[in-house]
């Protein structure tokens, strides 16, 4: 039986081969591997993506996902809402969502025409680091903490290259030891330096480090809402995280949607272990073109939720 194109376009048996000398035991089931660790069964899959016709841009290939179970026991008598909220503002590499009996952490990696040159510098890479992250990040409790001896990788260098992609397209400014930049969230919106709100807020920081996972990069990625209060920015989180899994045409989705920093806001959260540094040498500047592109879909989203009774 000929291989469905969609499995034939992601190199599944690399992938397990590559899971296995990062000590990671990996099986194969139908089109998934399963891997095992610390009492967590992390599964990736590959799916087909939907058929599109209007879509802009090349089409996609395969959507491949890193889908987490946690184990009601791993919760313990800690609701599932706030369970996933402490996950998701911790932000390793998925979002925590549950349906009100079980809790799960996802990824969602989209491969498109034309991109079998980022497969082992960027794809491979991202999903290795989600399998191992995962069963780390369920570890999250409020006395959590992490006292790294070593710094982060990312430097100056690595922020300039960033800058000198976005400012292209943005206001942006690179230091020594993090990035941010401003961007529209639409293609007539200006810096809100210029008097104008309707921009997100981009933060790349080297010197946050995880309070499980050590030192790495952080990446918060802030829009300029206020939803009012706590329920409504929770609801929204929870909405968005599930539609970033469940859209096939976004960037890689290996953050989560979370309560931001500002009162009545929202963020996309994530943090890159020190380990992606090395085998993706330039992810820094794929989640900030990443993240441009999301702010963007994001406020369509809410757009389009506002609108419906």
Known sequence: MAKSSHLSSVP????????????????????????????????????????????????????????????????????????????????????????????RLASRLTIFEGEEHAWRKLHQPLLIAAVRVAPEAT????SATSEPDDESPWSAADFETVERHLSRVCVCFAG?????????????????????????????????????LGPGLSLRLHLPLHLGGDARILAT?????????????LPPHFGAWCPGRFAGSVAYAAFLPSELHRTA?????????WALVRARWASGELEELADTP
């Open 176 to 212: 020594e030891h993090g990035f941010s930049a401003e961007f529209g969230l639409s293609d007539d919106a200006r810096s809100a330096a210029a008097g104008h709100h309707d921009t997100s807020l981009l933060q790349l920081d080297a010197e946050e480090p995880h309070p499980l």
């Open 281 to 289: 040498p330039n992810i820094a500047v794929n989640v900030a073109l």
């Open 12 to 103: 599944m048996i690399e992938l397990h081969d590559s899971l296995r000398r990062e000590g990671l035991a990996a099986a194969f089931e139908v089109n998934e591997l399963v891997s095992a660790q610390n009492g967590l069964v992390t599964r990736i899959r590959v799916d087909a993506p939907p058929r599109t016709t209007d879509a802009e841009g090349p089409p996609a290939t395969a959507i491949v996902r890193v889908i987490t179970e946690v184990p009601r026991h791993v919760v313990g008598d800690t609701e599932l809402s706030s369970f996933a909220l402490a996950l998701n503002r911790l932000a390793a590499l998925g979002a925590a969502t549950h349906d009100g009996s079980t809790l």
């Open 139 to 142: 570890l999250v409790s409020s």
């Open 237 to 249: 989180c929870e909405h968005l995280n599930r539609r970033d899994e469940e859209t096939a045409d």
